[in-house]
Structures are given as C-alpha cells and as structure tokens.
C-alpha cells in the first residue's frame, strides 16, 4: 500500500507533518491498472478508482494514528481521529500548470460532511495550515514534492512534471505560502517522491533547447534529461540548502512496484498524500 512514509525519514520523522508515498499494491483495479491506481481519467473504471481511494485514504488514517501513539508529534484525542475519518481527501485535476489551491477553514467547512474524495478542479498544488486535513497529488512518472514550512505549520503537495519544473511551479508554491502564510526559505523541508529519472527519460532536441533557454546546467546524460537536477538547481536558487531537501533514490520507471506512463503507456496513478497534526 505505502511504498514509503515520513517516518522512514530521517528528514521528517520527528516533523509535525505525516506523508506517505502510496505503491500499486492493496488495490480493486484491474489489468494494466493493478491494483491501487488512484487516478481518475485514465482509462481505468471509476468505482473502482473510488474503492482504491477509500482504501488509501483508511490505510493513511490507520497509520497515521498508529504514528501518533508511538510518540509522533502532539498527543490528539478520539474526537479528533473519528473526524478525521469523516473529512474528504483533497486532490486537484492536475493539469501541468504553476496553478496552487489554498484549502483553508471556509473550504472545509464546505465540504465538512463529505467523506469521499474530493476535487478542487483545475491546479497542481494544494496548500493548507490545517492540521486534519488530507491532501494529496497523483503521479506516474511525474515528481511528487512536498514543501513544509515547519514554523507556521504549513504543508503543500507538488505535481511537477517536466512542463511544471520547466515553468517553476516549486517556486510559484513557494511564493503562494509566502504570501499567504509568511512561509520563509529557513524555515523550510522538502521531500521529492519516487519518479523517471535520468536513466529513462528521453526526450527531444526542442526540450533540451528549452531547457538551455531556462539556463539549466548540467541536467542532460546523452539524449536524457535528468529532471531531478533541474530541481536542485531550482532548490538551490530558491535558498534551500541541501540538509533541508530529501529526494528518493528510485526511478518510477525503473522500480515495478511504482507506476509509470513512460514504461507501460496506458497505466494507473500512485500519490504522495500528506496531512498535519494539530
């Protein structure tokens, strides 16, 4: 079910944010979607994907909780964990854009009996400084990023492909929970999930002149684009050092429990869903 969570981290185990990086195992779908495929618009059948969803969502819960009793962070009540089980897990239609969503107070309370999954519409960032709340990105070759601002308790999930990357949506996040929520580089952690990686993904001459044209050093292998560079230049630029950015070893396309429209072409959806603690 969870091809990795924060408290494998040795980054953010003892942060006040809870993430888990889901596989394509514990799942309904079936085919070339088998079996945890969390995205919609793909191909796949849509209860099913409904099903996948909840399963995720209760597994996060479930570990989340189990979490919280081994020490992780505050100390929360049995009030709080069965709301938490009745509030909707928020994801977007991700469109490859530099576009981010603010989940705040009015926006939950609008959906506050909803237990399902719910869209925000058209965006590939969701932000939130609520504590109880589950937010996620789906991915499938794409980088999952999250950006936490440990001293205001903010947290935004990332889908960067390489039209997002290219076009700067880890500032645009950044400059977003600046301005809403006086989010400072300091006091920042990042965390990028499993996606392709230099060793397949290859790509044309238009992009690599794209990305000569965005100033990009060193970020091609022969014909292959390593995007996890471009990252870390952006990452550097944008004041973050090293000691404050975990990036996962594993390619997406190179690891089968993971997966990936590069390999397999018609294929299903994992997501890296996070949540805070009050």
């Not at 981290?9 to 888990?20: D, G, H, I, K, T």
């Not at 994801?91 to 237990?115: A, F, G, P």
Request: a negative charge; aromatic letters at 10%; glycine letters at 10%.
């Amino acid at each position: 079910m969870f091809f990795y969570t924060s408290l494998e981290s040795p980054l953010f185990r003892n942060e006040n944010v809870y993430f888990a990086l889901s596989d394509r195992y514990g799942g309904v779908s079936e085919g070339v979607f088998n079996t945890l495929n969390l995205g919609y618009g793909v191909g796949d059948d849509k209860q099913r994907v409904d099903i996948n969803h909840r399963r995720v969502k209760e597994a996060f819960i479930e570990s989340f909780n189990r979490a919280d009793s081994n020490g992780f962070g505050a100390s929360e009540s049995g009030a709080d964990k069965d709301l938490t089980k009745n509030l909707p897990m928020f994801y977007c239609q991700q469109i490859h854009s530099t576009k981010s969503v603010v989940v705040d107070e009015n926006l939950v309370s609008k959906y506050r009996w909803c237990d399902g999954s719910m869209c925000l519409g058209e965006a590939d960032a969701i932000i939130t400084h609520l504590s109880n709340v589950l937010v996620f990105v789906m991915v499938g070759d794409c980088n999952p990023i999250l950006l936490y601002d440990r001293k205001n308790g903010v947290v935004s999930v990332i889908h960067a492909g390489r039209k997002g990357v290219f076009d700067g949506i880890l500032l645009s996040s950044f400059m977003r929970m600046r301005d809403v929520y006086d989010t400072r580089v300091g006091d920042c952690l990042m965390y990028v999930g499993a996606s392709i990686r230099s060793c397949c993904y290859e790509v044309g001459e238009e992009i690599r002149s794209q990305a000569e044209i965005l100033g990009f050093n060193d970020v091609f292998q022969g014909k292959n684009l390593d995007l996890i560079a471009c990252l870390k230049q952006q990452s550097e630029n944008l004041g973050l050092k090293p000691s404050q950015v975990e990036i996962s070893p594993f390619c997406s396309s190179c690891e089968g429990g993971l997966y990936s429209y590069r390999r397999d072409h018609s294929t299903g959806r994992f997501g890296l869903l996070a949540m805070l603690k009050p």
